[in-house]
């Protein structure tokens, strides 16, 4: 965030408003007007979800305002996130930053409840058309490349029910030994880079002159993935699902939901091995509350049979080819009525049109 932006809506009248004016002040004399990426991937879509839940929640409340114009990289935690701007000091480290949103209502899924019958069997299925699959042929120097389609509903500024836009695509470069950065594109935004090191300022004491220096990337994981973590990943499912639970840890909300959650951006925007692959959807299979939908369709308007998990009001939706078990894409779903819509309002949707190897980021596959 720039050192100069206003605050959010959501901000004024806040107990520590006046402190926060006086450090931006202090900042605004400090920092270049330039705003400085200082938040890393994760955080960006730590502080989106938070903020998304806060608004979304039902229960009589009144929903905050937030203005939610089409983003990226979408409103929920899934999609692999581009860094956002922010202004932080390093010597101490002080970052300007959203304040946290409190979590949403308590989980509504029993913990104990396994995943139906019929949720096990599509995966099943799915895991064993993946094995079979054929592996991504990446050389080091090479990039793993996702194009997709996806849309994701926004709320005003004065709140309102959510809208979805039309789904535009989107394509991620991943590099595939994870020693270069990847890339992000979608219509309408810069290109961002992924993964890539980021530049901050430093300052030795008050008053004196900042110094240019970066920070390095964050590193790999479930939630911040490159294609070299991801060809490493457990190929056992019972310890697949406990690194996802570990890595994608929390202090409240729905833990459950989380690792269905990562998991299903792991299968929509990396290009794993095949066994590894295989092992996401058995993975899956072992997390409580998992149910079948009988038909959902994805951005590219494919019509499918579907795994969903529910939770705070909200359904994740896997769709698969009834045919080929071969995965399609995902949309969320409000299963209750709130401020932000009626029930069964599409919160978001996505499709995975294509996966393969591309020369260079920006590049697109041959053939």
């Known amino acids: 965030m720039n050192a100069s932006a206003p605050r959010p809506p959501h901000a004024q009248g806040h ?28 955080r960006n879509v730590a502080l989106r979800h938070a903020v998304l839940r806060t608004a979304l929640a039902s229960d009589g409340a009144a929903a905050r305002p937030t203005r939610t114009a089409r983003s990226r990289p ?37 913990a104990g409840r396994p995943a139906s019958p019929e949720a096990v069997r599509i995966l099943s299925h ?4 993946a094995a079979s699959a054929p592996a991504p042929d990446a050389r080091p120097e090479q990039y793993v490349y996702v194009r997709s389609l996806v849309a994701h509903a926004g709320r005003g500024a004065d709140g309102g029910q959510a809208v979805l836009p039309t789904a535009h695509r989107r394509e991620v470069w991943l590099s595939a030994d994870g020693s270069r950065p990847g890339l992000l594109r979608e219509p309408g935004a810069a290109d961002t880079e992924l993964g890539a090191r980021l530049p901050v300022y430093e300052l030795d004491h008050r ?12 590193p790999a994981s479930v939630t911040n993935p490159n294609h070299a973590y991801v060809a490493a ?41 095949p066994k590894v692959t295989a092992a996401l959807y058995e993975a899956a299979g072992r997390i409580p509350g998992v149910t079948v939908l009988p038909s959902a369709t994805d951005a590219a308007g494919r ?6 998990r529910t939770s705070h009001g909200e359904q994740t939706q896997w769709i698969f080819d009834r045919t080929t078990s071969a995965f399609l894409g995902e949309r969320t779903v409000l299963t209750e009525t709130t401020a932000a819509g009626r029930k069964g309002t599409v919160l978001g949707v996505s499709a ?8 260079a980021p920006g590049e697109l596959p041959k053939g």
């Not at 202004?87 to 300007?96: P, Q, S, Y």
């Not at 959203?98 to 949403?104: L, Q, S, T």
């Not at 995975?352 to 020369?359: F, N, S």
């Open 15 to 42: 107990p520590h408003a006046d402190a926060d004016d006086r450090l931006r002040a202090d900042l605004t004399e400090l920092l270049p007007p330039a705003p400085v990426p200082g938040l890393t991937p994760e």
């Open 74 to 110: 979408g409103f929920r935690i899934g999609w692999i996130a581009a860094p956002v701007t922010a202004c932080a000091i390093v010597a101490g480290v002080a970052v300007l930053a959203p304040r946290d949103v409190p979590a949403g209502s308590p989980d509504r899924i029993s």
């Open 126 to 129: 799915a895991a064993l058309a």
């Open 207 to 218: 008053g004196a002159t900042p110094r240019k220096t970066t920070t390095g990337a964050a």
């Open 233 to 273: 990943l457990p190929t056992d499912p019972d310890a697949l699902l406990r690194l996802v639970r570990e890595q994608t840890r929390g202090t409240e909300g729905d833990a459950d939901q989380r690792a269905f959650t990562a998991i299903g951006t792991l299968l929509a925007e990396t290009w794993a091995p």
């Open 303 to 308: 019509e499918g049979v579907a795994v969903a």
């Open 352 to 359: 995975v049109l294509a996966k393969a190897v591309a020369a």
